[in-house]
Protein backbone atom coordinates (compact mmCIF):
# COMPACT_ATOMS: atom_id res chain seq x y z
CA UNK A 1 0.00 0.00 0.00
CA UNK A 2 1.40 3.17 -0.59
CA UNK A 3 1.74 6.37 1.43
CA UNK A 4 -1.05 8.49 0.88
CA UNK A 5 -1.45 12.36 2.40
CA UNK A 6 -4.71 14.69 2.47
CA UNK A 7 -5.16 17.58 4.95
CA UNK A 8 -2.81 16.78 6.42
CA UNK A 9 -3.51 13.24 7.67
CA UNK A 10 -1.03 10.46 6.69
CA UNK A 11 -2.08 7.08 6.18
CA UNK A 12 0.48 4.42 5.82
CA UNK A 13 1.35 0.66 6.97
CA UNK A 14 1.88 0.55 10.59
CA UNK A 15 5.23 -0.34 12.29
CA UNK A 16 5.68 -2.01 15.81
CA UNK A 17 7.27 1.70 16.64
CA UNK A 18 3.48 2.84 16.06
CA UNK A 19 1.80 0.54 18.67
CA UNK A 20 2.60 2.30 21.92
CA UNK A 21 1.08 5.70 20.77
CA UNK A 22 -2.11 4.11 19.07
CA UNK A 23 -2.81 2.33 22.45
CA UNK A 24 -4.22 6.04 23.82
CA UNK A 25 -6.58 5.64 21.00
CA UNK A 26 -7.09 1.91 21.57
CA UNK A 27 -7.78 2.56 25.72
CA UNK A 28 -10.82 5.34 24.96
CA UNK A 29 -12.16 2.64 22.59
CA UNK A 30 -11.56 -0.18 24.86
CA UNK A 31 -13.49 1.78 27.38
CA UNK A 32 -16.09 4.19 26.08
CA UNK A 33 -16.65 3.26 22.46
CA UNK A 34 -17.29 -0.30 22.52
CA UNK A 35 -21.32 -2.38 23.20
CA UNK A 36 -19.74 -5.27 24.22
CA UNK A 37 -17.15 -4.03 26.87
CA UNK A 38 -20.32 -2.26 28.96
CA UNK A 39 -21.09 -5.43 30.33
CA UNK A 40 -17.52 -5.94 31.98
CA UNK A 41 -17.05 -4.37 35.31
CA UNK A 42 -14.29 -3.62 37.64
CA UNK A 43 -10.58 -2.84 36.23
CA UNK A 44 -9.07 -5.00 33.59
CA UNK A 45 -7.04 -7.77 34.47
CA UNK A 46 -3.22 -6.37 33.63
CA UNK A 47 -2.73 -10.08 32.18
CA UNK A 48 -5.65 -9.11 29.60
CA UNK A 49 -4.15 -6.47 28.89
CA UNK A 50 -0.45 -8.52 28.22
CA UNK A 51 -2.83 -10.59 26.57
CA UNK A 52 -4.06 -7.82 23.81
CA UNK A 53 -0.85 -6.16 23.54
CA UNK A 54 0.76 -9.22 22.30
CA UNK A 55 -2.08 -10.09 19.81
CA UNK A 56 -1.87 -6.49 18.67
CA UNK A 57 1.73 -6.39 17.76
CA UNK A 58 1.34 -10.06 16.03
CA UNK A 59 -1.25 -8.43 13.44
CA UNK A 60 1.36 -5.48 13.20
CA UNK A 61 4.63 -7.85 12.89
CA UNK A 62 2.04 -9.40 10.06
CA UNK A 63 1.72 -6.00 7.83
CA UNK A 64 -1.98 -5.81 7.77
CA UNK A 65 -2.41 -2.84 10.03
CA UNK A 66 -2.56 0.69 8.78
CA UNK A 67 -2.05 4.34 10.97
CA UNK A 68 -3.07 8.16 10.35
CA UNK A 69 -0.82 10.04 11.60
CA UNK A 70 -1.40 14.03 11.74
CA UNK A 71 1.63 15.49 10.58
CA UNK A 72 0.17 18.87 11.84
CA UNK A 73 0.66 17.62 15.11
CA UNK A 74 4.04 16.55 15.15
CA UNK A 75 3.09 13.01 13.57
CA UNK A 76 0.49 12.42 16.47
CA UNK A 77 -1.92 8.99 15.68
CA UNK A 78 -5.62 10.12 15.21
CA UNK A 79 -6.74 6.75 13.98
CA UNK A 80 -5.72 3.03 12.22
CA UNK A 81 -6.99 -0.20 12.25
CA UNK A 82 -5.93 -3.68 13.19
CA UNK A 83 -6.50 -6.50 10.49
CA UNK A 84 -5.27 -9.70 10.22
CA UNK A 85 -5.13 -12.85 7.67
CA UNK A 86 -7.24 -15.82 8.75
CA UNK A 87 -8.20 -19.14 7.00
CA UNK A 88 -10.92 -22.35 7.92
CA UNK A 89 -8.94 -23.57 10.60
CA UNK A 90 -9.23 -20.60 12.55
CA UNK A 91 -13.00 -20.73 13.51
CA UNK A 92 -12.43 -23.93 15.01
CA UNK A 93 -9.04 -21.87 17.15
CA UNK A 94 -11.05 -19.93 17.94
CA UNK A 95 -14.29 -22.06 19.13
CA UNK A 96 -11.82 -24.24 20.95
CA UNK A 97 -10.39 -20.61 22.57
CA UNK A 98 -13.36 -19.68 23.28
CA UNK A 99 -15.06 -22.42 25.63
CA UNK A 100 -14.55 -21.89 29.20
CA UNK A 101 -13.75 -18.10 28.30
CA UNK A 102 -16.23 -15.05 28.96
CA UNK A 103 -19.17 -13.68 26.93
CA UNK A 104 -17.52 -11.98 24.43
CA UNK A 105 -15.42 -14.75 23.09
CA UNK A 106 -18.01 -16.94 23.30
CA UNK A 107 -20.31 -14.71 21.31
CA UNK A 108 -17.61 -13.71 19.08
CA UNK A 109 -17.28 -17.36 18.22
CA UNK A 110 -20.85 -18.49 17.73
CA UNK A 111 -21.32 -15.50 15.17
CA UNK A 112 -18.42 -16.41 13.13
CA UNK A 113 -19.76 -20.26 12.92
CA UNK A 114 -23.01 -18.77 11.87
CA UNK A 115 -21.91 -16.32 9.28
CA UNK A 116 -19.92 -19.76 7.49
CA UNK A 117 -18.15 -16.91 5.38
CA UNK A 118 -15.36 -19.34 3.86
CA UNK A 119 -18.15 -21.65 2.55
CA UNK A 120 -20.27 -19.01 1.89
CA UNK A 121 -17.63 -17.29 -0.23
CA UNK A 122 -15.82 -20.23 -1.37
CA UNK A 123 -12.58 -18.73 -0.03
CA UNK A 124 -9.16 -20.30 1.60
CA UNK A 125 -7.99 -16.76 3.14
CA UNK A 126 -9.70 -13.67 4.03
CA UNK A 127 -8.66 -10.63 5.62
CA UNK A 128 -9.93 -9.84 9.02
CA UNK A 129 -10.72 -6.24 10.57
CA UNK A 130 -10.67 -6.56 13.86
CA UNK A 131 -10.58 -3.07 15.00
CA UNK A 132 -11.12 0.43 13.37
CA UNK A 133 -10.00 3.27 15.86
CA UNK A 134 -10.76 7.48 15.36
CA UNK A 135 -9.34 9.64 17.43
CA UNK A 136 -12.41 11.93 18.80
CA UNK A 137 -10.66 15.23 17.62
CA UNK A 138 -11.27 13.60 13.90
CA UNK A 139 -15.06 12.11 13.93
CA UNK A 140 -16.73 13.56 11.34
CA UNK A 141 -14.21 14.02 9.07
CA UNK A 142 -14.22 10.85 6.86
CA UNK A 143 -11.00 9.97 8.33
CA UNK A 144 -12.75 6.28 9.04
CA UNK A 145 -13.76 6.00 5.62
CA UNK A 146 -10.13 6.62 4.31
CA UNK A 147 -8.69 4.30 6.74
CA UNK A 148 -11.05 1.59 5.76
CA UNK A 149 -10.22 1.79 2.15
CA UNK A 150 -6.57 2.19 2.57
CA UNK A 151 -7.11 -1.67 4.70
CA UNK A 152 -8.61 -2.67 1.76
CA UNK A 153 -5.90 -1.72 -0.67
CA UNK A 154 -3.39 -3.52 1.35
CA UNK A 155 -5.40 -6.46 1.25
CA UNK A 156 -5.14 -6.47 -2.36
CA UNK A 157 -1.86 -5.89 -1.94
CA UNK A 158 -1.46 -8.97 -0.17
CA UNK A 159 -3.54 -11.27 -2.13
CA UNK A 160 -6.43 -11.31 -0.11
CA UNK A 161 -9.74 -11.81 -2.07
CA UNK A 162 -12.38 -10.23 0.63
CA UNK A 163 -12.22 -8.14 3.67
CA UNK A 164 -14.79 -8.95 6.47
CA UNK A 165 -15.67 -7.18 10.09
CA UNK A 166 -17.69 -8.08 13.00
CA UNK A 167 -19.69 -4.93 13.74
CA UNK A 168 -20.97 -4.74 17.08
CA UNK A 169 -21.21 -1.00 17.21
CA UNK A 170 -24.36 0.85 14.92
CA UNK A 171 -21.96 3.19 13.81
CA UNK A 172 -19.44 0.76 12.93
CA UNK A 173 -21.79 -1.08 10.82
CA UNK A 174 -23.53 2.32 9.37
CA UNK A 175 -19.76 2.94 8.40
CA UNK A 176 -18.59 0.29 6.66
CA UNK A 177 -21.76 -0.73 4.89
CA UNK A 178 -21.87 2.97 3.07
CA UNK A 179 -18.24 1.75 2.12
CA UNK A 180 -20.20 -1.10 0.29
CA UNK A 181 -19.49 -4.01 2.96
CA UNK A 182 -22.63 -6.24 2.69
CA UNK A 183 -24.18 -8.01 5.97
CA UNK A 184 -23.91 -11.55 5.52
CA UNK A 185 -25.24 -12.24 8.75
CA UNK A 186 -26.69 -10.76 12.26
CA UNK A 187 -27.49 -11.61 15.70
CA UNK A 188 -30.12 -9.31 18.10
CA UNK A 189 -27.94 -8.84 21.62
CA UNK A 190 -31.73 -9.73 22.65
CA UNK A 191 -31.07 -13.25 21.10
CA UNK A 192 -27.66 -13.70 22.78
CA UNK A 193 -28.69 -15.44 26.48
CA UNK A 194 -26.72 -17.15 28.92
CA UNK A 195 -27.12 -20.79 30.50
CA UNK A 196 -30.21 -19.29 32.70
CA UNK A 197 -31.84 -17.65 30.03
CA UNK A 198 -31.06 -14.19 30.73
CA UNK A 199 -29.73 -11.55 28.56
CA UNK A 200 -26.11 -10.97 28.49
CA UNK A 201 -25.69 -7.95 26.77
CA UNK A 202 -27.81 -4.88 27.08
CA UNK A 203 -25.57 -1.90 25.39
CA UNK A 204 -27.33 1.50 25.06
CA UNK A 205 -29.38 2.29 21.67
CA UNK A 206 -28.70 2.35 18.74
CA UNK A 207 -26.64 -1.10 19.57
CA UNK A 208 -28.96 -3.69 18.91
CA UNK A 209 -27.04 -6.12 17.13
CA UNK A 210 -23.69 -7.51 16.19
CA UNK A 211 -23.77 -8.47 12.18
CA UNK A 212 -21.17 -9.73 9.96
CA UNK A 213 -19.86 -7.60 7.15
CA UNK A 214 -17.77 -8.44 4.61
CA UNK A 215 -16.94 -6.93 0.68
CA UNK A 216 -14.89 -8.47 -1.99
CA UNK A 217 -11.53 -7.85 -2.65
Request: glycine fraction near 8%; proline fraction near 4%; charged fraction near 30%.
Amino acid sequence: MQETTKDGITIRTMNLEDYESIKSVFTERFFNGEPLFAAITGPIDPKRWKRLDEYHESLIVDGTCVVAIDEEQSGRVVGFVLAEGQCPEDVEKHRQEAEGSGHIKRLLSNVEVEANIYERYGLSKLLYSHLTCVDVSMRGKGLGKRLANCAMDLGRSKGYPLMAAFCTSFYSARQKEALGMECIYSLKYDDYKDAEGKVVFVPPAPHKEIRVVAIKL
